[in-house]
C-alpha cells in the first residue's frame, strides 16, 4: 500500500483523524457546559440541596466545586490544545494525501505541534502546583519526564527536515 496520495495510508489517517477532531470538539464542548453548570449550582445551592437530596453534606460539596469547575476548565484547556494539535495533523496529512509532503505550510505546522504540545508539558506542572496549593489532599504528581519532551524535540527537528525539503524543492521548481 502506498504512504502518499489518495487511497494511501495517509489518506486513511487523515479520516481518522477527522473523526478524533470531532469527538474532541464534543468533548471539549461538553466539558465547558458541564463547568459552566457547576459554577452557576455553586452560586445557588439551594438548587443542589432540593433537587439532588444531598443532605448535610451541601456545605463540603460547595466548597469544592471551585476547585471542581477549575479542574474542568483546566481538562477543557488540555483538550482545546490537543484540538490545535489534530487539526495541524490532519492539514499535514491533507498534502501527504495531495502528494505534495513538502508543502511550505507544513513547516509552521509542525511548529505549531511542538509548541502546543511544550505548552501542554508547562501546563500540566502548573495544574499540578496549583492543585497542590489548593488542595494539597489531591495526589497529583507533576515531576520532570524526559518522555514528555522527547516527542518535542522530535516534532521540532521534523520541522526543519521539512522546511530543508520545501527548500531542496523550490530550488528543483527554478532549476530547467
Known amino acids: ?23 474532541l470538539w ?10 459552566v453548570a457547576v459554577l452557576l449550582l455553586s452560586f445557588n445551592p439551594d438548587i443542589i440541596t432540593s433537587k439532588l437530596h444531598v443532605g448535610d ?21 488540555l483538550l482545546g490544545g490537543w484540538m490545535v494539535i489534530v487539526e495541524r495533523l490532519k492539514r499535514i496529512f491533507a498534502t501527504l494525501t495531495a ?3 513538502f508543502h511550505p505550510d507544513n513547516v509552521r505546522r509542525l511548529r505549531v ?11 500540566h506542572y502548573i495544574f499540578t502546583a496549583l492543585a497542590k496549593w489548593l488542595a494539597p489532599e489531591s ?20 520541522a526543519e527536515v521539512f522546511r530543508e525539503g520545501a527548500r531542496l524543492r523550490r530550488e528543483a521548481e527554478l532549476t530547467i
Do not use: C, H, Q
Request: proline share 5%; aromatic share 6%.
Open 57 to 77: 453534606n451541601t456545605s463540603e460539596l460547595l466548597e469544592k466545586a471551585p476547585l471542581a469547575a477549575g479542574a474542568l476548565a483546566a481538562m477543557a484547556l
Open 26 to 35: 464534543v468533548s471539549v464542548s461538553v466539558l465547558a457546559l458541564v463547568t
Open 113 to 123: 505541534i511542538g509548541l502546543m504540545l511544550a505548552a501542554i508539558e508547562v501546563g
Open 99 to 101: 502528494g505534495d509532503p
Open 1 to 23: 500500500m502506498r504512504a502518499l496520495g489518495p487511497g494511501s495510508v495517509s489518506s486513511f489517517l487523515k479520516i481518522i483523524l477527522d473523526v478524533i477532531y470531532i469527538g
Open 139 to 158: 495526589k497529583l504528581e507533576g515531576s520532570f519526564s524526559l518522555s514528555a519532551w522527547f516527542p518535542v524535540l522530535v516534532v521540532f527537528v521534523l
